[in-house]
């Protein structure tokens, strides 16, 4: 099959700065310079009510939020396959067959699972599908036989797992399965972005994202109210740029471009980190600077949403075909590793034959 990229999200809410520098942006990229024989995103929604079960109804309806973001971020449904995770049942079976080869001491050592675990509050009552959520996360990487995963690096314990199952399975069975390597984010400040308050991660459920549907207003909403550094009380003061949010945003996302037309008085981040530094400008200066910055690269995407948004038949269309791909290559591996692990009844004309042989005696 050659060389396959695999990735997806949880479809638990509009995406957000933090999942495009983190990895979407790097998809749409890899998407356009085709140097791999096969793109695959999908839609992890059978991961997603893992811990939302009781509350299936957030996951449909932004199950078309992720769609139109991916669409209007810019993935092509002409260069990759998108698809939802719940239409490929060979996952469920791949699932189950990998959890065989993996003990519950594995899973719970795992450090991704544990940071998880205790942000949901689940420490006394884990539900067994959160808990296995690494192993069926190994099925959907290794069902479409990915050899590239972009993704955080808070994703390597998971990566990792996969690659355990992959060594677990070719050992007792043959080889079948591919080991999947993960391909983290070029810039090292998009590996984990913060949220708009400072805390370590930008997340859905602590409200603290800047949406890629947000609206120009909302974007500067959010960036006035960002953290930034609390000991900076005058603009005479000496400002601190590490652990400053907006200074971490200007980062992952300005160029010298956006100083040239906005804030021409600076060449580049690092001569404005400099004056910060050394006191005399203000936070708030830097935040309509950042404002800028994030609406120039927002406004194309919200322009191809709002395009996107006119023909929402058309995108469940374009998700019904990537499922329906997507089963035909899960079909396929499916094949392989039921022939591998002798379950192919049906298929196996020769044991049909030998034990016909054998009754006749």
């Known amino acids: 099959m050659g060389k ?32 791999y024989d096969r793109m695959l995103v999908f839609m992890a929604d059978v991961q ?3 811990d939302n079960a009781d509350n299936p109804e957030k996951i449909r309806r932004n199950i078309i939020e992720v769609a139109l973001d991916y669409l209007s971020a810019g993935l092509d449904p002409k260069k990759c396959t998108l698809f939802i995770q719940s239409r490929i049942p060979e996952l469920a079976e791949l699932t189950t067959y990998l959890m065989n080869l993996i003990t519950v001491s594995r899973v719970q050592r795992n450090p991704t699972v ?10 006394a009552n884990i539900p067994l599908g959160f808990f296995c959520y690494p192993v069926s996360q190994a099925a959907d990487i290794t069902l479409f036989k990915a050899t590239t995963v972009p993704a955080g690096e808070d994703q390597e314990p998971m990566l ?9 399975f070719n050992q007792t069975y043959g080889d079948v399965l591919v080991e999947p390597e993960i391909m983290l984010p070029a810039n090292l400040t998009a590996r984990r972005l913060p949220g708009t308050d400072g805390k370590e991660k930008m997340s859905k459920s602590l409200g603290n994202c800047i949406y890629l549907s947000d609206d120009a207003e909302t974007v500067w909403k959010k960036v006035k109210g960002m953290y930034t550094d609390p000991t900076h009380l005058n603009l005479s003061d000496p400002g601190h740029v590490e652990g400053n949010a907006v200074f971490t945003y200007l980062d992952a996302f300005s160029t010298d471009a956006d100083f040239a037309d906005f804030w021409p008085e600076y060449h580049n981040l690092d001569e404005l980190k400099d004056h910060y530094t050394r006191g005399g400008l203000g ?3 830097c935040k309509k600077f950042l404002n800028q910055v994030l609406n120039r690269m927002l406004e194309p995407i919200r ?18 075909k990537g499922s329906d791909a997507a089963r035909e290559i899960g079909a396929q591996t499916m094949d392989e590793v039921r022939k591998a692990m002798q379950i192919d009844y049906f298929n196996d004309a020769e044991l049909i034959r030998s034990q016909a042989e054998m009754f006749k005696k």
């Open 303 to 320: 322009e191809r949403r709002h395009a996107f948004e006119q023909d929402i038949p058309e995108i469940y269309n374009i998700l019904k």
């Open 160 to 168: 990792e797992v996969a690659r355990e199952l992959v060594r677990r």
């Open 283 to 285: 936070d708030m200066k």
């Open 4 to 35: 396959v990229i695999l990735t997806g999200d949880r479809p638990t809410g509009k995406l957000h700065l933090g999942h495009y520098v983190g990895s979407l942006r790097r998809r749409v990229e890899l998407q356009n310079e085709g140097d």
């Open 114 to 123: 544990k940071t998880e675990i205790k942000m949901r509050n689940f420490e």
């Open 48 to 50: 997603a009510l893992t």
